[in-house]
């Protein structure tokens, strides 16, 4: 089928887990893909990674929380791939602690990254977009949106993604653009590795646990979310738009 939009992908968060993961899978989708995070030398090695690999990538350092940081990487990608149409707003952080203990910066410091980043990211993307009149905007949540001890700020933040989500959806869906969010559970990464030291447990005693409790009795890996990312950008997802997909190996309320 030929297609008129660009195919141009930006993930971001994509220095390691699953945005590295998604970004891996979108450029073996054909996809040229830009590799956003806060670590320059992890992104500009994965894009390294894909160019050896036949595809076409780059890798851009920012901070996401930064308006003009922002601009000036989606102008980048704009000129140096051509212009996005794919938005994976991955990039997240977190700052555990419950709530009598939690500071005003870890509060700050967690919604900047997950909810401005990912509308600043999405506002300077859109343009593109709704000139194609074509695009796919998938953002990351979580399974915490739905409540987690000491992650009051992180299940904020996934939360208030799933709202920004369905109203991106009813705003740009008549240009040609849908907007998915994706709900992980659990997922070994580097992120769930550090919350199994700070509690002094061993990760893979820390996973065996946690896929007790999972009905498909594994742990999700990065490949599992790139995967589901991979669905939600494709043309047969068209009518797809404003959902959140848990993808935890088992039903969530």
């Known amino acids: 089928m030929t297609e008129s939009h660009s195919r141009v992908a930006i993930v971001t968060g994509a220095g390691r887990g699953i945005g590295a993961a998604v970004a891996r899978k979108l450029a073996s989708d054909g996809f040229a893909v830009a590799l956003l995070d806060l670590n320059e030398e992890s992104v500009k090695q994965g894009a390294e990674d894909i160019v050896s690999a036949g595809g076409r990538a780059i890798g851009v350092a920012l901070d996401v929380s930064n308006a003009e940081q922002v601009e000036a990487a989606v102008a980048r990608v704009a000129e140096e791939l051509g212009a996005p149409t794919v938005l994976v707003n991955n990039a997240g952080i977190t700052r555990d602690n419950l709530i009598f203990k939690m500071t005003e910066q870890d509060w700050d410091s967690v919604l900047g990254v997950h909810l401005k980043g990912s509308f600043l990211m999405t506002r300077a993307a859109q343009k593109y977009m709704t000139e194609q009149r074509w695009g796919r905007i998938v953002n990351l949540s979580s399974t915490s949106a739905l409540g987690n001890r000491g992650q009051v700020n992180y299940s904020a933040a996934k939360a208030g993604m799933q709202g920004f989500t369905k109203t991106l959806a009813i705003e740009l869906g008549k240009f040609g653009i849908t907007a998915n969010a994706i709900a992980p559970g659990f997922i070994e990464t580097d992120m769930t590795a550090a919350t199994a030291e700070r509690l002094g447990v061993p990760f893979e005693d820390f996973k065996a646990f946690a896929?007790?409790?999972?009905?498909?009795?594994?742990?999700?890996?990065?490949?599992?979310?790139?995967?589901?990312?991979?669905?939600?950008?494709?043309?047969?997802?068209?009518?797809?738009?404003?959902?959140?997909?848990?993808?935890a190996g088992g039903p969530k309320d």
């Open 211 to 247: 896929a007790k409790e999972i009905p498909v009795q594994r742990t999700g890996t990065p490949d599992d979310i790139a995967h589901t990312v991979s669905f939600l950008v494709s043309e047969g997802a068209g009518f797809v738009s404003g959902q959140v997909i848990y993808v």
